[in-house]
């Protein structure tokens, strides 16, 4: 699976952006899609999820500003995110868990840099 992203940019606090990320390939394997992020210097942390059935995490910082979405005949996520808040600020990753026999295969898209200003 190939995970393409869009929609990174620069943005005011308190304004909104929303991210895309198209799958192509055996997106029909995909059994959870979901967006991550990561500043310098820290570890990649998961922002929201939505797994095929509709079930959705977020991380307690975005719960209430960012909804994940997904469109099953596009095979694209949405991050909508709302409110935003400077220490939204990082590189903004798409992630798919791609089943394959047994096993669940970890695919990253390339990142989308979210900048906001304060």
């Known amino acids: 699976v190939q995970l393409q992203a869009s929609g990174g940019g620069l943005v005011q606090a308190g304004g909104s952006l929303r991210l895309s990320c198209a799958a192509s390939g055996s997106s029909f394997n995909i059994r959870v899609m979901g967006w991550y992020r990561q500043t310098p210097g820290n570890k990649r942390e998961m922002v929201a999820t939505t797994a095929t059935g509709g079930s959705t995490t977020y991380a307690e910082s975005v719960k209430g500003r960012f909804t994940i979405s997904r469109d099953y005949a596009k095979n694209t996520v949405y991050l909508q995110m709302n409110s935003l808040k400077p220490d939204d600020t990082a590189v903004y990753y798409c992630?798919?868990?791609?089943?394959?026999?047994?096993?669940?295969?970890?695919?990253w898209g390339q990142g989308t840099q979210v900048t906001v200003s304060s």
């Open positions: 992630h798919a868990e791609v089943a394959s026999g047994p096993l669940l295969v970890s695919n």
